[in-house]
């Protein structure tokens, strides 16, 4: 028994530091890819879903990178867990105990929602996006962590408090998270129907080219491989405007888009990301220029395109 009790107050002398250089590491992965998004390049990353993930619509909030909220969070862990190890000394001994009493129920609450929110991206990778991302797994993983050691790094006085509240913050968390996609992805003019989601309204308008390369894509069996929620798929929506869009040989392949053909898009192996284009037999990946696709597709009308 006095083995098991010396072990575990060992867990309470390292765990503050512990959970410190886990957010450190959260902190500077989060940053380097915030730094890569604003400079619009491509993580480094063994796995080809990272770029497919970092340029979806989850990978950003409102415009602002994902990964930057991320790397506020865990440099908060990190000011919470390591501040009150800078206070030395015997006369700061009690102002020490006071600040590391006040902090552990917040690096709960912390490494919490930081948890939940890791777990639903994970579920959004496995089921919306359908890719591998590292960088995503890695930081479950750190927010996992810090969770264990937030439980398990001190002795808690009121544990049905400890659950109470992580039961209210991982609420909390999941339904926040659930309402700012909602909103942020479709957006105040996005549409919907009973058939699903079909995302932001196309806002520019198109002029006779437009419509005409649309309708001979369309003709000659070209399709458009995208989800609603992609913003490179928006913006290649934009490319053709409002009237072409209807004439778009687009194919729907979120499970919750309207008139979604995920069966079929699941059956194209050469489908890496969203949108893909395939024209006479070639496969085009990303946003396409109006020219490269009349290019590609043989168009031989007029090329005066507005957008």
Same mark, same amino acid.
């Given at each position: 028994?006095?083995? &098991? +009790? ?9 765990? +503050? ?6 957010? %450190?590491? #959260?902190? !500077?992965?989060?940053? @380097?890819?915030?730094?890569?998004? !604003?400079?619009?390049?491509? $993580? ?9 993930? *970092?340029?979806?619509? @989850? $990978?950003?909030? =409102? ?32 102002? &020490?105990?006071? !600040? ?43 927010? *996992? ?15 049905? $408090? ?42 520019? %308008? ?18 458009? @491989? ?7 798929? =928006? ?21 919750? #888009? ?15 990301? =969203? ?7 070639? =496969?085009?990946?990303? %946003? ?20």
């Amino acid at each position: 028994m006095g083995r &098991r +009790r010396k072990e575990t107050r060992g867990i309470y002398r390292w765990s +503050r530091p512990a959970i410190g250089a886990i957010a %450190t590491v #959260g902190a !500077l992965g989060t940053g @380097y890819l915030t730094v890569i998004k !604003l400079m619009g390049g491509d $993580a480094a990353c063994p796995v080809k879903g990272c770029d497919q993930v *970092l340029s979806s619509a @989850y $990978a950003d909030v =409102f415009g602002i990178p994902l990964t930057l909220f991320g790397c506020l969070a865990y440099l908060s862990m990190v000011a919470l867990s390591l501040g009150p190890l800078l206070v030395s000394g015997e006369a700061s001994s009690k102002q &020490r105990q006071k !600040l590391e009493n006040l902090t552990w129920p917040l690096l709960f609450i912390g490494s919490t929602g930081m948890m939940v929110f890791s777990g639903y991206l994970m579920y959004l990778l496995a089921t919306e996006l359908r890719a591998a991302c590292l960088y995503c797994i890695v930081s479950a993983g750190l927010t *996992l962590a810090m969770f264990v050691l937030t439980l398990l790094g001190r002795q808690w006085d009121d544990q049905g $408090a400890l659950v109470f509240r992580g039961v209210i913050m991982g609420m909390v968390t999941l339904v926040a998270t659930i309402g700012v996609y909602s909103i942020s992805i479709n957006g105040p003019t996005a549409t919907a129907s009973s058939g699903g989601n079909s995302g932001p309204a196309v806002t520019n %308008t198109s002029g006779p080219a437009e419509v005409a390369l649309a309708k001979h894509l369309k003709e000659v069996d070209a399709k458009m @491989y995208g989800a609603y929620w992609c913003p490179h798929c =928006f913006d290649q929506k934009q490319l053709f405007g409002q009237d072409a869009k209807e004439y778009m040989p687009y194919i729907e392949c979120a499970d919750d #888009g309207a008139n979604s053909q995920t069966s079929l898009c699941r059956s194209v192996p050469e489908i890496t990301g =969203f949108p893909t284009w395939e024209v006479n037999g070639q =496969f085009l990946p990303g %946003t396409q220029t109006l020219a490269q696709l009349a290019e590609a597709s043989g168009y031989q009308g007029p090329t005066d395109f507005k957008n």
